[in-house]
């Protein structure tokens, strides 16, 4: 396939997708190809196809604890650095879309991209003025590319997390392809970063790039570049670095969540940059999910249900949320179990560390031991925030993290009303 090329036939794309993942599958990598071999020829192949496909690649390469090294580095290419569209076509998309080639309209232009993920690339610019800023320009033919993904029940599945629920499935694919399809609307992306900017602004520990208007549309995004280390080089960083990197990570998540009723859906080692003393860059605005405010009041008192371990109002909060699916036989105190064990990081007022082994706990009492997984509903407000446990969690796994994390989210859930500043909020999560 030629670099200006992206499949767009379902049974094409649907085909290829199938057969890369079966020959190199997630669980016989480790176990055929401890150099990694397979997942390189697994990640050039999901690499070319972009969309979805790609998506699915980018997930196994941080969620699956149990990849080898070799493996996960293989594959974690997918998050910002596979194989970039031509210049030509990348000009081509910048002239369409403002209406002249980039070294038109920015002081100066790099032809070789800095990231290239799975519906466009980034490259590093100049505007007039001096200011240097990355551009998200959209591989063209993407939006269809996608379109024909979302026609994939088994590849939405997979995103989804979905192989263990008896779900109500129209309702779960309805919301992939609302989210995912906004991820196409770059004006929708850079009005959502512009939203987070407001919210964070001042705080001393996230920082969202300024979005500049003028040089965006629907298929580029132009923003302020910001040079801070990449996820693999910030591993090798001392902890204590790490861990203000992980508790800012945290925060944001749950503070985005039950202070503003927003969830930034993506949180992968290719969205953030750090800087030495900790501080995080949060990157790729694209897919957001709002809540109700309804919806984040009974998602907030489960939590206080399971920490007074009050069994019957948690089964009226789960039922009231729509998450029993098929309620005959339904283990109510396994599936309270299981919440607690979701929870348990800041279910206790006392430091936690994220580890293999809560993952792989948790991962088996959620699907390996569930009685419930064909039984339990996945609401469609909840299809994203799957995240947070495949997603974020492994995450601070990666950075070992350790912290009070109860302290960091009691403002926003168990004494929720009460004011908090974020500076007030970090000194909470450290004991001071």
């Known amino acids: 396939m030629k670099k200006s090329e992206i499949s767009t036939s379902w049974a094409g794309r649907s085909l290829r997708t199938a057969g ?16 990694g071999h397979a997942a390189e020829a697994l990640a050039t192949a999901l690499g070319r196809l972009k969309g979805l496909a790609m998506k699915a690649g980018q997930m196994m390469s941080y969620v699956d604890s149990a990849l080898p090294p070799a493996a996960r580095t293989a594959l974690a290419t997918l998050q ?62 993407i939006a269809r590319a ?13 995103l989804a997390g979905l192989s263990m629920r008896g779900v109500n499935v129209d309702d779960v694919v309805a919301e992939m392809k609302e989210r995912l399809r906004e991820e196409c609307d770059y004006q929708k992306e850079a009005a959502n970063q512009e939203e987070f900017r407001r919210h964070y602004a001042g705080d001393p520990d996230i920082l969202i790039p300024e979005v500049y208007p003028r040089h965006c549309s629907a298929r580029v995004l132009t923003t302020r570049y ?6 693999a080089d910030f591993e090798s960083f001392p902890k204590p670095v790490k861990n203000r990197a992980a508790e800012t990570i945290f925060r944001f998540a749950f503070e985005s969540i039950f202070r503003h009723h927003l969830f930034n859906c993506d949180p992968h080692p290719g969205n953030y940059l750090f ?42 909060l789960m039922t009231a949320a729509g998450m029993v699916g098929n309620p005959k036989g339904f283990d109510y105190d396994y599936h309270f179990e299981l919440t607690r064990q979701l929870y348990k990081p800041v279910l206790d007022d006392r430091p936690f560390k994220y580890t ?27 299809v994203f ?40 909020v970090a000194q909470r999560a450290h004991g001071t």
Request: proline residues 6%; charged residues 25%.
């Open 275 to 316: 800087h030495d003393d900790g501080r995080v860059v949060f990157l790729d605005f694209g897919c957001v999910k709002r809540f109700e405010p309804a919806f984040v009041q009974r998602w907030r008192d489960m939590h206080v249900a399971v920490r007074a371990g009050d069994r019957p109002r948690f089964k009226q």
């Open 80 to 141: 910002d650095s596979v194989p970039p569209m031509s210049p030509e076509v990348i000009d081509s998309v910048v002239a369409s879309e403002l209406g002249a080639a980039p070294r038109d309209i920015f002081a100066t232009w790099t032809a070789q991209p800095i990231a290239a993920a799975s519906i466009g690339q980034v490259h590093l610019a100049t505007l007039r003025d001096g200011t240097e800023v990355a551009v998200k320009v959209q591989y063209p033919a």
């Open 226 to 231: 910001v040079r801070a280390a990449r996820f």
């Open 20 to 35: 890369s993942l079966a020959s190199y599958g997630m669980r016989s990598l480790g176990r055929s190809s401890p150099d």
């Open 385 to 424: 925030v799957n995240r947070l446990q495949w997603g974020l969690s492994s995450i601070l796994e990666r950075l070992g993290a350790e912290a009070n994390w109860h302290r960091i989210v009691a403002p926003y859930i168990f004494e929720h009303g009460r004011a908090s500043r974020p500076a007030e």
């Open 356 to 382: 293999e082994e809560y993952i792989h706990e948790t991962n088996a009492i959620l699907v390996d031991r569930n009685p419930n997984k064909r039984k339990t509903n996945l609401p469609r407000d909840y």
């Open 146 to 158: 996608l379109d024909a993904d979302l026609k994939s029940a088994s590849l939405l599945a997979s």
